[in-house]
C-alpha cells in the first residue's frame, strides 16, 4: 500500500528546537495528533495513519533530537516535550480547532505532563495514551533480567543511558529489539520495522532522553488531565510493565476506557494497529 502524501514544515520551539512536521489528509476533516517515544519517529505511526486517512487530517511531528527534529543539548526535559507538542499544536491547528492526541510511551507522557498547560487545554478534546508510565520506569522495566532492587535501576539508567551504537541491523539485533520491546506474536515485518526505527535514533540525543526518563516522576500530573483518556497497555510489555496502567487508571479523573492487550509489547501502535487506530477513530467520531 503506497504510503498517504504528506505537507511538512518545520516548528520552531523553545531552547531553539526545530520540529519536523508531517500532515496528511483533508486540511478540513478532523485532525489528530500522534505523538512518538523514545528512541522512535514518525514513521513509527504510519501503520496507524494508514488507518486515518483520508477521513481524518492526522499530524505528526519528530520529538527533538529524533527523526529529522535535530538535537537540542541541554535544552531537553518535560517542559520542553510539552513546549514542543503545544508549538505543533499552535503551528497546525486553526484558532477555535481542537484534536484528539494520542501518544505513545515518551509521547504519552508528553500529553500526561502538558496537563496544566492552557495551550494543551484548550486545543485536546481527547487523548489516548500507549504503552506508558509517569514514574519509578526504571525500577519496575523488565527489560533486563534483573531482581527488583537497586541492581535493576543501575541496570535501567546503563541501558537508558548509554551513548553505545545499536545497530547494525542483523538477525541477533532484531532478536534484542524484539525481546526489549514486543511481544512473541509480532511478525517478523514488524520486528524489521521497529529495529530498523530504533537503530536509527541518534545515540547522543537517545542517551540524555534516556537520562531525562530515568529521572521522569509526572504521576501528579494525572490527576489534572480531565479529558476523556483511553490506555492502551500490553500484558508482554517490559519496558512499561502494565503495573504502570493500573496506576494511571486508578487516577485519571475521565478514564474513558482502559485496554489491557493480552500477549503485546511496549510497540502497540505496530503491534496492535487496528486497537489503536480504532480507539483513535471513536474518539475523534465522538467528540470532534
Same mark, same amino acid.
Given at each position: 500500500m503506497p504510503e498517504p502524501t504528506a505537507s511538512e514544515l518545520t516548528v520552531t520551539s523553545t531552547g531553539g528546537a526545530r520540529l519536523h512536521t508531517e500532515i496528511f489528509g483533508?486540511?478540513?476533516a478532523p485532525t489528530v495528533v500522534l505523538a512518538h517515544g523514545w528512541t522512535c519517529n514518525t514513521t513509527f505511526w504510519y501503520p496507524v495513519l494508514r488507518h486515518l486517512v483520508p477521513d481524518y487530517r492526522v499530524v505528526l511531528y519528530d520529538?527533538? @533530537?529524533? @527523526?529529522r527534529t535535530p538535537a537540542t543539548p541541554g535544552a531537553n526535559g518535560t517542559a520542553a516535550l510539552v513546549d514542543d507538542l503545544a508549538a505543533v499544536l499552535d503551528a497546525t491547528l486553526r484558532p477555535g480547532r481542537r484534536a484528539v492526541i494520542a501518544g505513545h510511551s515518551m509521547g504519552a507522557m508528553t500529553i500526561v505532563a502538558a496537563a496544566d498547560r492552557p495551550e494543551f487545554r484548550d486545543r485536546a478534546v481527547a487523548a489516548v495514551l500507549c504503552s506508558t508510565g509517569t514514574d519509578r520506569l526504571a525500577g519496575e522495566a523488565t527489560a533486563l533480567p534483573l531482581r527488583p532492587g537497586s541492581l535493576r535501576k543501575r541496570g535501567s539508567r546503563t541501558f537508558l543511558t548509554t551513548k553505545l551504537s545499536y545497530g547494525p541491523v542483523t538477525?541477533?539485533?532484531?532478536?534484542v529489539i524484539r525481546y526489549i520491546t514486543m511481544g512473541k506474536g509480532a511478525t517478523a515485518e514488524q520486528r524489521t520495522e521497529v529495529a530498523r526505527i530504533v537503530v536509527a535514533a541518534p545515540r547522543k540525543a537517545r542517551a540524555e532522553w534516556g537520562g531525562? /526518563?530515568?529521572? /521522569?516522576?509526572? *504521576?501528579? *500530573? /494525572? @490527576?489534572?488531565l480531565d479529558i476523556p483518556v483511553t490506555i492502551i497497555h500490553g500484558t508482554a510489555d517490559r519496558l512499561t510493565p502494565v503495573v504502570h496502567a493500573h496506576r494511571m487508571a486508578g487516577r485519571l479523573p475521565n478514564l474513558k476506557e482502559f485496554a489491557e492487550l493480552p500477549g503485546i509489547g511496549h510497540m502497540t501502535p505496530i503491534e496492535a494497529t487496528d486497537k489503536v487506530a480504532e480507539t483513535i477513530r471513536g474518539l475523534a467520531k465522538e467528540y470532534l
Open positions: 483533508p486540511e478540513e520529538q527533538r @533530537g529524533h @527523526g538477525p541477533v539485533t532484531k532478536a531525562v /526518563l530515568y529521572e /521522569l516522576n509526572i *504521576s501528579e *500530573s /494525572l @490527576g489534572r
